[in-house]
């Protein structure tokens, strides 16, 4: 039987959408400038298309990219569909099922938060009040006013251009376990505003010079849309392994076992090891987001290329642990190009490549929606249709 392992490699687009000016992103190109910049070389997944799918993407050649495909790979790239540009939507639309609504943003301002939004937290969290309430990068933010945390007990709460309501606190003085139950509390409050995430940062640290973010953080997602190739591979009683954000950006709902790790490369390790391991019939859907979080909002045009040459070396390891009738994607669910201004994601297509050992590959060409790609890993899998998407297997 079948087995699909997906990929998701967090913000690199590759070439501004049709619709990129209404979101103020007219001429992104997160790999293409990238790209363009760097002498940079993937040779793994320039083997299996990705300079062709950004080459059509983009409408010219990206440099430094000019494999001939395998004979069976699969390359090409997506248009998105959903109102948006943010880690939600962006995976729940390759996963086949997009959103029917926009997701809310908190606009800058003096405070980020509605006043009655404020009220409501403190009084169902029992909380002295609050610090923070603004647009911030948070470890800034947490350096600022840590020590005001520690002597006051007030969590720190701040947002970004993202759908999201980030809330900071000390695992020690204040608790890991009760941090994550205030975010439980704050993600019934902000459901009615759409608001895509509550994220619990969890920190330690005394003063700060010696403040730092601790790898217990956690994602408390919106629900996302039903029909997606999650609901529909736990349907047939499928085995589904989750790596990464995948279990908090689909709230937990059918992600099946769930391996979160420090980083990429240490999540990477974890695919490796659980490839051979995966069941016929079985799904891996697995998300890296250090290029986004690191590289992308920090505007790092190296780091970011560095980021992608060790990430393909990676994919090297993986290749071979491949087994003929598997289905091997690699994409990602929006754009952050490093070049651009400010440090919000960017409105792009997507690349969509991978390989099927022992089929012939194709050229996928433009897909006129994210969610052609969990329909195709539906059909690879002979279990029931996604929502939306046409699968190209």
Known sequence: ??????????????????????????????????AERVDLRMPVLDSLGLGRAAALSRGKPLPGFNATPRRDAIYGFAREISQGKDTPSG?????????????????????????????????????PGILGD?????????????EEHLRTGKPILYTSVDSVLQIAAHEETFGRERLYELCEIVREIVNPLHIGRVIARPF???????????????????????????????DEGRAIL?????????????TGREIKGAGDMALFDRLIEETPRLPDGGLIFANFVDLDTDFGHRRNVAGYAKGLEAFDARMGELLPLLREGDLLLFSADHGNDPTWRGTDHTREHVPVVGLRPGAAGVEIGARETFADVGASIAAHLGVAPTLRGKSFV
């Open 91 to 127: 995976h729940w639309e390759l996963a086949g099922a997009p959103a029917d609504f926009a997701l809310g943003y908190f606009p800058p301002g003096d405070s980020a938060f509605p006043p009655e939004l404020i009220r409501q937290i403190v009084e169902a969290g029992k909380l």
């Open 242 to 254: 989750s790596i990464g954000k995948i279990g908090d950006i689909f709230g937990h709902r059918n």
């Open 1 to 34: 039987m079948a087995r699909a392992i997906f990929l998701v490699l967090d913000s690199l687009g590759c070439g501004s959408a049709a619709d990129s000016a209404a979101f103020g992103d007219e001429g992104a190109d997160t790999l293409g400038h990238i």
């Open 134 to 146: 603004c647009h911030a990068a948070g470890v800034a933010l947490i350096e600022e006013l840590g």
């Open 204 to 234: 330690i640290g005394a003063d700060k010079d010696t403040f730092r973010r601790t790898p217990y953080r956690r994602d408390y997602s919106i629900p996302a849309p039903p029909g997606n190739i999650l609901d529909r591979a736990a």
